[in-house]
Nanobody
Framework: QVQLVESGGGLVQAGGSLTLNCAAS????????LGWYRQAPGRQRELVAG???????IYADFVKGRFTISRDNTKNTVYLLMNSLKPEDTAVYYC????????????WGQGTQVTVSS
């Protein structure tokens, strides 16, 4: 019912920037919330940031002040601007969609690799 297509990952040096994009399609209700999660090797998937259709945001403590999530409702697209990247930000980043900002996400993208070199 919801399709999510991510783009924008890649390799960047520490201190650099990347922007991830995710285009969502499908049920209007099921994409009330769009968010980004990440999973590094050997670690559990964790929330990075989320945003509601109305613009309310939530961020993980480890990205506050460095990452910015935004959303274009006319395009059903969510963006993640990542500044001051660190090697520990290296992970597969997943776009996700759901109905509540702090609730479980019902749909997931395929993931995009972000690698930060030191």
């Amino acid at each position: 019912q919801v399709q999510l297509v991510e783009s924008g990952g890649g390799l960047v040096q520490a201190g650099g920037s990347l922007t991830l994009n995710c285009a969502a399609s499908g049920s209007f209700f099921l994409i009330n919330v769009l968010g980004w999660y990440r999973q590094a090797p050997g670690r559990q998937r964790e929330l990075v940031a989320g945003i509601t259709r109305g613009g309310t945001t939530i961020y993980a403590d480890f990205v506050k002040g460095r990452f910015t999530i935004s959303r274009d409702n006319t395009k059903n697209t969510v963006y993640l601007l990542m500044n001051s990247l660190k090697p520990e930000d290296t992970a597969v980043y997943y776009c996700a969609a759901g109905t509540e900002l702090r609730g479980p996400m019902g749909s997931w993208g395929q993931g995009t690799q972000v690698t930060v070199s030191s």
